[in-house]
């Protein structure tokens, strides 16, 4: 089968070598500072293969937060914190395992305030959808591009578990249906708990940008709720359920797709045009089952108009499918024309008109109107929302003793990563040369190479054609 989903590549930085030189003091100092760094590039090595397990990228996810917390707040009572810390959402005392579906818990202990090390370091990240770096002093915009990669590879992870195999078994469905909510809860905590936070100005349409954020958080929920439709409509629900899950669906593909509407750059266009077509299928897919409702109520006429409804915006989505698949834009590109699930709903739709249009012709003889019949607004269950993220802790190797390990001056200038100034004899002068007659030093990060989604050729036995039922 080909991909049903569409997904944005992962974020690239330069490395981040946590190397404070001088300004750690002590051995222990040192020690964590090498610890951060191994954590890191552990969960960055991780984090391009979706087919690692969940546990995996959760242990190792865990691991590195709670090391870089302590750069960002302080200890409890340790000397130096600079101010009051972020808020962070109340959690289970004492936990540091994460929740099923990836919420990750804070351990018991507290803070001082903000951590004299957050601003020590210029973080230099990549965007999924456009070319330019963006760079901060501030290892909050760390933690939100790491945790941006995170929920990235569940989405991909997701993805790979429904399109790799001919059937997909009960538990992959779920855990496809708890890897999109995880990634949609950890999508709503970085635009809702951290940005905030950042003190620096964002790029504008960068991956900090509010709209890109609802986007992503939209785009997984609405994916969920996919998994859920598949296994109504292959379990049979009724019509009315299938239907109103459906425009539910659809709703939420709008939702995001409206949420790029502001953002006038080519590089949206393609994911743009992912929405746009699935927010046209979901629509046809509950005005057909409308019909069916409406003519179980012997309201033939409706129903004609209803299932013509649906036929219109069948058609619209197999244009918006040509429109996407020529589309240049950055992502895994997403084929849904090609799936069972798609190809097998066309001629349903046709049979369903036939079938209505017989049966006014036959019994009814009801006027069909102009007008064409609402939908169900809420579903009575069955709808997915994101899973409620909570923010990993401080690790208990953080002591106020280790803190005050590093003495950083009021003029302390920000520690360059790897591959910048540091890396090899005489960059300096020669930057600061370039600097002078107003050249910049090329900033390129090297792009992740991602292993590939590889979905199966075969189409699934079942009765819907639906990958995830």
Known sequence: MAHWFHRNPLKASIVLSFDLGIQATTPLARKICNETRDARAALMQLLPDPGNEVTTIQNATENYLSLLEGFIVAPQGSSQASSPPPQLEATPEGEMSMEEGGAMNEPSGGFDGESKLRHAFRIKWSNTLISKLVEQNDLVFEKISILYNVALWYTKHAAKLAGSKQEVEEDEAKEVH??????????????????????????????????????YTLQCTAEAQEVTLARAIELEHSASLISALAHETARLFQKARDSLKSIEDPAVTKWSLYF????????????CYNCKVLLSKEKCGEAIRSVKE???FYEKCKIVCEEYAKAKGPGTIAKPEQHLFFRRFGPEVKRTLEKVERENSFIFYQKIPEEVPELELKATYGLASPQ?????GLNQ?????????????????????????????????????????????????????????????????????????
């Open 178 to 215: 708890r890897a999109l909510r995880t990634a949609a809860g950890i999508f709503k905590h970085i635009e809702e708990s951290l940005v905030p936070q950042l003190k620096e100005e964002g790029v504008a349409i960068s991956d900090l940008d509010t709209r890109i954020l609802s986007a």
């Open 310 to 312: 649906s036929d219109t």
């Open 388 to 392: 409620e993220f909570a923010p990993t």
């Open 276 to 287: 746009n077509l699935k927010f046209a299928f979901y629509l046809s897919y509950a005005h």
């Open 397 to 469: 190797n953080w002591t106020p003793q280790i803190y005050d390990g590093f003495h950083m001056s009021a003029n302390s200038a920000p520690a360059q990563t790897q591959n910048d100034e540091d890396e090899f004899p005489g960059v300096n002068l020669f930057n600061n040369f370039l600097n002078f007659w107003g050249f910049s030093k090329d900033e390129n990060v090297t792009p992740i190479k991602e292993k590939d989604i590889k979905p199966t050729d075969k189409d699934p036995k079942n009765n819907s054609g639906c990958v995830v039922s």
